[in-house]
């Protein structure tokens, strides 16, 4: 696997069009978190739903109790990040105490309609579609004054609440037989490029195993 630090803007200007030769595209929240979408990661999220749980409790103490939990929950080190609690493990907890319909709510923070340089560049050198672990609808917004063929979304869109996959229990139930059989036939012996993407979902990664790709690129993103 090549891994390259670099954005997606700076490979496009380089002139790298080695993308071009790619017979699939995964992208990830990272594509989506840079100006002007600005959209929050996983982490952020998480932490939104952390906060709306704390400041829902009206004992007293709770408050200071949950502010100096966060600190270990949501560390600020970027080396310790995957040691905090992510996000589909608070919307598993919470799934056990409220309505599903209201966690799910966080994901109106997604529903942006400002896409930036790596949805224009994405749809314009790969118009047949990208597969996408992101519930955001900036790819199809920068492909539509093209004609691109809208992203297949493994976990749902934002504002289709019954297609939203967010729990720990909802990932290790495995992707659907739609979304499984379409991740497996793009990754298997293709030349996959993947923008944005941690690779941290259970219901995900295991197909990259299972279904190897003849070459993978993996393109990581400064924060």
Known sequence: MCVIQMDL?????????????FDTVI???????????????????????????????????VK??????????????????????RLES???VLSRYMPFDDIKEIYKAVGAEKYNFNHAALVRLFPN???????DTLLEAAGKPYGAAAPFHLHGIWNQSDTIITTIGQYLGGLSTKASEVLSSALRNKRVLVLGYSGADVD?????????PAYIEWIQYYN
């Open 90 to 92: 608070i919307c598993d």
């Open 129 to 135: 579609g990208q597969i996408t672990l992101n519930l």
């Open 9 to 21: 803007e700076v490979l496009y200007l380089k002139g790298d069009f080695r993308m071009i030769e």
């Open 64 to 85: 200071d109790i949950c502010e100096a939990a966060e600190k270990l929950l949501f560390p600020l080190d970027k080396s310790a990040m995957r040691k905090g609690l």
């Open 27 to 61: 992208t990830g929240a990272g594509i989506s978190m840079v100006s002007p979408s600005n959209l929050p990661s996983g982490v952020n999220l998480a932490k939104s739903l952390w906060e709306k749980l704390y400041r829902s409790c009206e004992e007293e103490g």
């Open 204 to 212: 995900v990664f295991p197909l990259f195993e299972q279904c190897p």
